[in-house]
């Protein structure tokens, strides 16, 4: 054997030791059950009265996440050298003054009838009366000018979606909003049938609530057509083609939402310049009407779930970084759009290029232990091979999960990849995937509480997300995007 060979061998050898020594493994032994049902049971509490986004409960609520940031050993990454990143959230509503009068009829405004979104309109016509009418059938009629009142139906629409009752009202105006606009209809009117009559209770805070915005997204009043609602018991008010005269107002102001951004820096030179986002939300859906004799919306799994792992692995982190940094973003405004992502990813605290890849979760503390969905894993949603390997080879490792991979089909009746903080991320082309738990039958009602979670997979799905983590702050190259990423949606 010669020298060279030897000397190469041993180079070899070293560089091997070296790298190992650079690349240490996660520390989950950091990462303890105990914190996480602490701070489980502190932030989910009454005390925060359901976190809802522009409400001072969400301040105080950030406050008690920007403190316990603090403690983690995150250093503060919002504006000017504090944890938080404030933005305005514009919220629509339509005012008490409008008024509607079907014949000789004055309706009372969420009383005698509901306004399906916030819109200005002065409409005075006749009404057609199209009884159970389906869309397909609407050319017969001369809706021209018109208001178009009919019979709220359940064909063709699916019904396996969770909290269907509450989505149902959204479902119908679907079904029919865009070929009555086509045919020239000033209004919709629908008049309740068996599901609408038990959604009325629940979908009349959401509507009295209005609609809300971000730069960007629904700083406006939209110009959409009227669409009310009346029950079927007051079906004879729209018989007979009676004039109506409607007079929709509305009003917009600001409200201060806010994200909650901290970090901890990585230890190689270079490679700390460049972060990898952890994402979750702070918010859930505040006081509503009540359920089982409760109406405080706690949203224990959805997602103080995530902001408790999050600090955890902050713990984790603080005790060995990485060798990139880490961004800790608990966004706002989540419940009413997405706000508080779709915020930081247009005015990200640290330079976009320098984000290398987004970890979102939300729900991720209930049902089967071994089951668990990665959306963002599987095309057309899945944006980096490489982020999804490292994903994937992190279970491998420890949690062992099963893939529920449906929830990540764009036949999914859910359409669950759009609904959370990850979106707007991948949306700017950012690598990001999407942990979660799924959904269950105490989505958003005032049951998804801190008793109710369950801890060992909560536990799991934070080793989960951190493992990966620990994967994207450590490994040479960077995930990369994948060229012709688009969605679906």
Not at 38 to 56: H, I, P
Not at 240 to 265: A, F, M, Q, R
Request: with cysteine; net charge neutral; glycine share 6%.
């Amino acid at each position: 054997m010669n020298k060279n060979y030897i000397f190469s061998l041993l180079g070899l050898l070293l560089f091997s030791i070296g790298n190992a020594q650079s690349y240490k493994k996660p520390l989950v032994s950091a990462i303890k059950e105990t914190d996480l049902r602490k701070d489980m049971y502190e932030l989910a509490a009454d005390q925060f009265w359901g976190r809802e986004a522009g409400t001072l409960d969400e301040l105080k609520v950030s406050m008690w996440l920007a403190d316990k940031a603090k403690e983690a050993g995150m250093k503060p990454a919002g504006d000017n050298g504090t944890f938080f990143q404030f933005f305005d959230m514009y919220r629509h509503q339509t005012t008490p003054q409008s008024s509607l009068k079907i014949g000789d009829t004055q309706l009372k405004l969420w009383k005698d009838f509901l306004v399906a979104e916030p819109v200005n309109a002065s409409v005075d016509a006749e009404i057609v009366y199209a009884g159970n009418t389906e869309p397909e059938e609407l050319a017969k009629l001369n809706l021209k000018g018109k208001v178009l009142a009919i019979n709220a139906s359940d064909k063709n629409i699916d019904k396996e979606m969770t909290l269907f009752v509450r989505r149902y009202p959204g479902f119908v105006r679907t079904k029919y909003y865009n070929k009555a606009t086509e045919l020239g209809a000033k209004a919709i009117i629908f008049i309740t049938d068996d599901i609408s009559d038990k959604s009325w209770v629940e979908v009349l805070p959401q509507m009295t609530r209005g609609t809300y915005g971000v730069e960007g997204l629904r700083e406006k009043i939209t110009n959409n057509i009227p669409v009310l609602w009346i029950k079927r018991e007051n079906a004879n008010w729209v018989k007979n083609n009676p004039k109506v005269s409607l007079n929709l107002l509305t009003e917009t102001y600001k409200y201060p939402s806010v994200n909650i951004i901290g970090k901890i820096e990585g230890t190689d030179p270079v490679l700390k310049k460049e972060y990898v986002l952890l994402s979750g939300h702070q918010d859930h859906d505040g006081i509503r009407h009540p359920v089982k004799n409760d109406t405080i919306y706690n949203g224990a799994d959805d997602n103080a779930s995530t902001c408790v792992a999050m600090l955890a692995m902050a713990r984790a982190y603080k005790k060995q970084p990485g060798k990139r940094s880490v961004l800790f973003v608990f966004h706002g405004a989540e419940e009413r759009g997405l706000l508080g992502s779709r915020w930081h990813a247009a005015h990200p605290v640290v330079p976009k290029e320098n984000i290398v890849a987004v970890l979102n979760g939300d729900m991720i503390g209930r049902n089967d232990n071994n089951e668990a969905a990665l959306l963002g894993g599987n095309a057309p949603h899945k944006n980096s091979e490489e982020l999804v390997k490292m994903a994937e080879d992190a279970n491998n490792e420890s949690t062992k999960f099963n893939y529920l991979k449906d929830w990540d089909s764009p036949n999914h009746a859910e359409y669950f990849y759009f609904r959370s903080d990850h979106l707007p991320y991948a949306k700017v082309g950012i690598p990001a995937i999407f942990f979660t738990s799924v959904l269950h039958d105490q989505y958003h009602t005032p049951q998804d509480e801190s008793e109710n979670i369950n801890y060992k997979k909560l536990y799991k799905m934070t080793e989960w997300m951190y493992r990966t983590s620990w994967k994207v702050a450590n490994e040479a190259e960077r995930p990369k995007i994948i060229s012709n990423f688009t969605l679906e949606r």
